[in-house]
């Protein structure tokens, strides 16, 4: 498996990282969306009602999301190891993007939770599919520097969020940010290799 040009960043490195990079930073920011809409979007899905009421439907909003990323950490890396880490980083990405823009569709608080659910499952794939395609792929002399870099992209990801709050006052028009993942997980298909190191363990005879 090893080889002079694992040595090298080359140019397709630089594609998978910045890929790896944007589908992680925009799920920092999906993460942090809905709690910087909650009130308003809370409010117009409920109506007038009670305080109480409230802060109960908040709270279950964004605890499913929460237990979606758990729960998508673990399918995806399932997913990862039978069908490939390439397939599993574009899964993970088109997912969350999907269920981010219905987000700003659903008319009733369940469909919203609903769909913060598999907003956070894909979440949790992606904090596990593109860390492990970036090991497996990235020259091991330069590997730790950038999954450092990679493991700053949450929190440039929920930074994001607050700028888009601050750009975007109309919650429902602010989930349609779900539509640039999208677009990177389509871009993906073409742009990303599978994982020589995924191939060589399922086929020893693979060697590039």
Not at 34 to 44: C, E, G, Q, R
Not at 175 to 190: D, E, H, R, T, Y
Request: charged share 15%.
């Amino acid at each position: 498996m090893n080889s002079t040009n694992d040595k090298k960043i080359t140019g397709y490195h630089w594609v998978l990282f910045i890929i790896c990079f944007l589908g992680t930073a925009f799920a920092g920011t999906i993460s942090t969306l809905m709690s910087v809409y909650l009130p308003v979007a809370v409010k117009d899905l409920l109506g007038d009602k009670s305080e109480d009421e409230l802060n109960n439907i908040s709270g279950y909003i964004n605890a499913i999301f929460i237990f979606g990323g758990a729960f998508g950490g673990f399918i995806s890396g399932i997913i990862s190891d039978k069908a490939g880490r390439k397939t599993a980083v574009i899964f993970s990405i088109a997912g969350y993007g999907v269920f981010t823009i219905l987000t700003g569709y659903m008319p009733t608080w369940w469909g919203v939770v609903i769909c913060r659910f598999f907003s956070g499952f894909g979440l949790g794939g992606v904090l596990v599919t593109t860390t492990t395609l970036m090991m497996e792929e990235w020259p091991q002399k330069t590997r730790a520097i950038f999954l450092g870099f990679l493991s700053i992209a949450i929190p440039v990801g929920i930074f994001s969020a607050g700028v888009i709050d601050y750009f975007v006052s109309s919650w429902r028009q602010g989930f349609l940010i779900g539509i640039i993942p999208v677009a990177i997980a389509i871009l993906s298909v073409w742009l990303l290799r599978e994982s020589r190191q995924w191939k060589y363990d399922r086929d020893p005879a693979v060697q590039h």
